[in-house]
């Protein structure tokens, strides 16, 4: 499946953005997907999930109550919902998509897009 996202940009903190993350090439609806993040300097590190039929989603510890995961399977797209915005949540943010359901390990994820820049100015 090829991933492609989009959204991001400069904003600064406080505000909220959308990611977008457009798949193609498969059946969308079989793929557990993922967001995941990488600082400048820093490891890829786990954003948030959601199952392949949007039931269920986790979120790591600094998105929970501020970012939101969601997907429209008729759309073939999953969205990151990201509000209160922090200048510690600039990063390149990355979707993913694997076949196994939803996990934190980024390692289990077999696609990936190339990535979206989100910039948080204080």
């Known amino acids: 499946v090829q991933l492609q996202a989009s959204g991001g940009g400069l904003v600064q903190a406080g505000g909220s953005l959308r990611l977008s993350c457009a798949a193609s090439?498969?059946?969308?609806?079989?793929?557990?997907m993922g967001w995941f993040r990488q600082a400048l300097g820093k490891e890829r590190e786990f954003v948030a999930t959601?199952?392949?039929?949007?039931?269920?989603?986790f979120y790591a510890d600094s998105a929970k109550g501020r970012f939101t995961i969601s997907r429209d399977n008729a759309k073939n797209t999953v969205y990151l919902q990201m509000n209160s915005l922090k200048p510690e949540d600039t990063a390149v943010y990355y979707c993913a998509a694997n076949l196994d359901g939803t996990t934190t390990v980024k390692s289990a994820y077999d696609y990936w897009g190339q990535g979206t820049l989100v910039t948080v100015s204080s």
């Open positions: 959601i199952s392949w039929n949007g039931g269920t989603w």
């Open positions: 090439g498969r059946t969308f609806s079989n793929y557990a």
